[in-house]
Structures are given as C-alpha cells and as structure tokens.
C-alpha cells in the first residue's frame, strides 16, 4: 500500500493565537490520537498534498521529535473562505487495536447486463469497514460479472472475512441500467408491424 512520508514539529503552543502563527508560516496543525498518547504537531501544507488530495486510501508515516507514528487519514478542516487545509486528525494504526477506515471500491469484471447493451453505472464509491490494521488495503474488489440488466449488488453481497462492513446491508453499490439505445431499440421492435402473412392465390375459375 502507498504510503505517505510526513515531516512534523512537535506542537506545545496551543489556541487561537498560536494556530495564527503556524498558518502565517504557511504551517498545518495536526493531532495524531488512538495511540498511547495524543501528539500535537505541525507539517507545511504541502507536506499533506498527497495524502489529503487524493481518492485513494493511503498510509502516512508521520515524523514527531524522532519518533514515526503509522497513521491513517481521519478527519480534515478548510477555511470556509480560502479553501485552505487548516487541520488534520490522523488516527495513529496500533497492530491489536480495531481501526474504522473508509476503503475505496473497485468494480472488477465485464457485467452480462453490459454486454447485452446496458451501462454500468455505481452507486457507491467506499465502504466503511472495521478491521486491523494488517488488514487494510488500497481498495475492495467487487466483481460484477453477473450483474444483468436492472440488477443491483448491494452492501450485503460484499463478503471478506477480514472485514466488519458498517454500511447497512441493502444500500446498492452498483447496478446496471438500460440505456438509451437500448430503450429505442427495444421500443422500436415493439411499435414495428407484424409482417404480412402471404395472400393464398384465388381459385381458377372453370
């Protein structure tokens, strides 16, 4: 899994004042909690991009006053005027300690109902699941193979032994719709006339 290399400051000053500096120095508070202790820390803003700006599931190495914690992304505030990163929570990963994480989906295969001339269309982009850290991975694969024409797969149908999936079961997470080709298709098979039977020729007269 692709991991993030973060370079922090150890963190002592706190409130509004203290956040202020940090941001004129173009500098990002983060806490990094779920581990043995709570650490405040600081890292420039572009030290996040990659981690932060992307839809991919990722592991960030964080540096604090010599020691690296392993982390995950939690939890993020932008200023609502700039659009700026203002804060990050990480959620450092403990091997015998559960941690919840959003994993992105991945939809794998060729589905009949596609082949047949519909569109594949998903519903769902992640799944929140429960695990161990030694578990975690960049996505889930479903495979949609099977999926016909007006089916769906659904949170239910996502099996893992290695995972507690916290969505509620019935959600669907991709399904495959007629498109509009087809509906003109199917409706013009429909309205097209019957084919004339051939006229029997009249009788010969004596």
Do not use: W
């Amino acid at each position: 899994m692709k991991t993030i290399t973060i370079e922090g400051q150890l963190r002592t000053e706190h409130g509004k004042a203290a956040t202020r500096q940090l941001r004129s120095q173009e500098l990002v508070p983060g806490v990094i909690y779920g581990g043995a202790q709570e650490i405040n820390f600081s890292a420039p803003a572009k030290a996040f991009k990659l981690l932060v700006y992307t839809p991919n599931f990722q592991l960030a190495n964080v540096t604090v006053d010599g020691k690296t914690y392993r982390c995950i992304l939690k939890d993020l505030q932008f200023d609502k005027v700039s659009d700026e990163l203002i804060h990050v929570d990480l959620l450092e990963l403990v091997e015998d300690k559960k941690v919840v994480a959003q994993i992105p989906l991945k939809f794998v295969g060729a589905a009949a109902g596609v082949k047949a001339g519909g569109r594949l269309v998903p519903k769902m982009k992640s799944l929140k699941v429960k695990t161990y850290p030694k578990h975690l991975r960049e996505q889930i694969e479903v495979n949609v193979d099977a999926l016909e024409i007006g089916g769906n797969l659904r949170v239910e149908d996502v099996k893992d032994e290695n995972y507690e999936i916290m969505n509620s079961p019935r959600i669907p997470i991709v399904s495959v719709v007629t498109t509009r080709a087809l509906r003109q298709e199917e409706a013009a098979t429909a309205s097209a006339p019957a084919k004339a039977a051939p006229a029997k020729a009249a009788p010969a007269k004596k």
